[in-house]
C-alpha cells in the first residue's frame, strides 16, 4: 500500500514545470467558477483527464487563494487607465494569477521565468492580443519588484 502511494506521489511529480505550470494554470482557471475545496477541485480535474495533477499545481492555486486580494492588486494596479480586472478574461487572469504568485512568494523561479511561461501558456489558451496584453501587465509588475 505504501509502495502504491509512493508510486503515484513520483508519478504525479514527474513531469516538466511547464506541465506542473499548466496544471496549475487549469487548476486556477477551473476554481474560479466553483466555490469547491481545491484539493477537491483537483480530485475532480484528475478524474476528467485521467491524470495526477502534480503537488506544485495544488499547492501553487491554493497559495493563489490565500494571497488572491494582494496578487489581484498587484494586476489590477498595473492595468491601462480605466480598465478594471473584471474585464479580463477568465483564462488570461488564471495565466496571470499564476505567474503573479510564482513572482511574489516563489524565490527559487526567476521572474522572467515566470513571465515567459505565461506568454506560452496564453499562446496555447488564449488569443494574439491577449499575450501581449499579459505580457505588458506582468512586464510592468516585474519592473516595481
Same mark, same amino acid.
Do not use: C, R, T
Given at each position: 500500500m505504501c509502495e /502504491? %502511494?509512493?508510486a503515484v506521489s513520483k508519478e504525479r511529480n514527474n513531469i516538466s514545470r511547464y506541465k506542473k505550470r499548466e496544471? +496549475? $494554470?487549469l487548476l486556477c482557471f477551473e476554481s474560479l467558477f466553483s466555490d469547491a475545496d481545491i484539493d477537491e477541485l483537483a480530485d475532480n +480535474?484528475? &478524474?476528467a483527464r485521467d491524470e $495526477?495533477? =502534480? &503537488?506544485?499545481a495544488i499547492d501553487c492555486v491554493?497559495? %493563489?487563494k490565500?494571497?488572491?486580494?494582494? %496578487? &489581484?492588486e498587484k494586476i489590477s494596479s498595473n492595468l491601462k487607465s480605466g480598465w478594471k480586472i473584471n474585464r479580463i478574461s477568465k483564462v488570461s487572469l488564471a495565466i496571470m494569477r499564476v505567474a503573479v504568485y510564482e513572482m511574489l512568494y516563489? /524565490? &527559487?523561479i526567476p521572474v =522572467?521565468?515566470?513571465i515567459n511561461e505565461a506568454v506560452e501558456l496564453s499562446k496555447k489558451y488564449t488569443v494574439e492580443d491577449d499575450t501581449a496584453f499579459i505580457n505588458g501587465v506582468l512586464g510592468a509588475i516585474a519592473k516595481a519588484l
Open positions: /502504491e %502511494i509512493n496544471q +496549475a $494554470f +480535474a484528475g &478524474d $495526477f495533477l =502534480s &503537488d506544485y491554493k497559495g %493563489i490565500k494571497h488572491q486580494e494582494e %496578487i &489581484d516563489l /524565490e &527559487d =522572467s521565468v515566470s
